[in-house]
């Protein structure tokens, strides 16, 4: 219950700037938005040995066009990563948000960051570490289709048997891998996947998936996918644990991800339209997308 309470006052925190942007949906010829993502990742309590320190990347882009002199658009976006070695832990958080009012407007806000840590693992001995993840997303609009709001958030982690990788090689190979994730040739041992959308426009989703030997112990999920304001959160705690019968190497990556835009043309514009809908192109170019094994549990709430 303790822990739900916590969990209710951060949530009345994250919708505070969807109450105060109402105030802007005042005046007919005015469009006001508003779209924000919040994701969180921590790994705790590893019982394999840190072959080095944790390597870690984080990235935040803000991108606004205002085509009026009474437009405006605010942009925030506040991705945070920590890594420790002793005890080894490591965490990634962000609070991406963008506002829009005006007639002729757009607000792109984007974040990407990334862990990697490599563990050696004794033969007849258990890997595990416990988990937590945090996911919300909001959107509110005045009108549809003439403004859209839309916010994205991707959060997972992966392990790999990287024991063919040899000692002198391993520095490069995992800088690499930080600077390129999807580039290892290996098939992950285990996976997480949180991952969600929500857009004024539809195409409005929240999904998680798990490897066989990863145990969710405790969720909390709440989606509002109708109206001009639409929602979905979810915040879960859980393990993993898996047993090695001789000397492995293993590496964990884990990435967050996150996407908030809005966008208000006005219809008679045509240059504006010509222009946003380029904009939405670049930006959809982005779309967090990801392909999961059927081999793996599957929870997913989709509009």
Do not use: W
Request: aromatic share 10%; net charge negative.
């Amino acid at each position: 219950m303790n822990k739900y309470l916590g969990f209710g006052k951060r949530f009345s925190v994250l919708c505070t700037p969807l109450v105060a942007t109402s105030v802007l949906f005042t005046s007919p010829s005015q469009a006001a938005t508003f779209a924000f993502s919040d994701g969180e990742l921590s790994l705790t309590n590893f019982s394999g040995i840190l072959s080095t320190e944790f390597s870690s990347n984080n990235n935040a882009e803000t991108e606004g066009i205002t085509l009026g002199k009474d437009d405006f658009v605010d942009l925030q976006n506040n991705p945070v990563v920590e890594t420790s070695s002793s005890p080894p832990k490591a965490s990634t958080d962000v609070f991406s948000s963008v506002s829009g009012e005006g007639r002729n407007y757009t607000g792109l806000v984007k974040s990407h960051s990334g862990i990697v840590g490599n563990f050696n693992i004794g033969a007849g001995q258990t890997f595990s570490f416990d988990f937590s993840s945090f996911l919300s997303l909001g959107t509110e609009i005045e009108t549809s289709p003439v403004e859209n709001a839309q916010a994205n958030g991707d959060i997972a982690f992966y392990l790999f048997d990287t024991s063919d990788i040899s000692e002198q090689a391993l520095p490069n190979f995992l800088t690499g891998l930080l600077e390129d994730s999807s580039s290892i040739n290996n098939n992950s041992l285990s996976f997480f996947s949180l991952t969600g959308s929500v857009s004024t426009v539809g195409d409005d989703f929240l999904l998680t998936q798990n490897s066989s030997d990863i145990t969710v112990t405790d969720t909390y999920t709440k989606v509002d996918f109708e109206g001009n304001e639409e929602s979905a959160l979810t915040e879960l705690t859980g393990s993993f644990q898996r047993y090695f019968e001789k000397n492995t190497n293993v590496t964990l990556i884990a990435t967050r991800r996150s996407q908030a835009r809005v966008t208000a043309p006005e219809p008679a514009t045509g240059f504006a339209l010509l222009l946003f809908s380029a904009l939405l192109a670049m930006a959809n170019k982005d779309r967090l997308k990801a392909n999961f094994s059927k081999r793996f549990s599957t929870v997913k709430i989709i509009k």
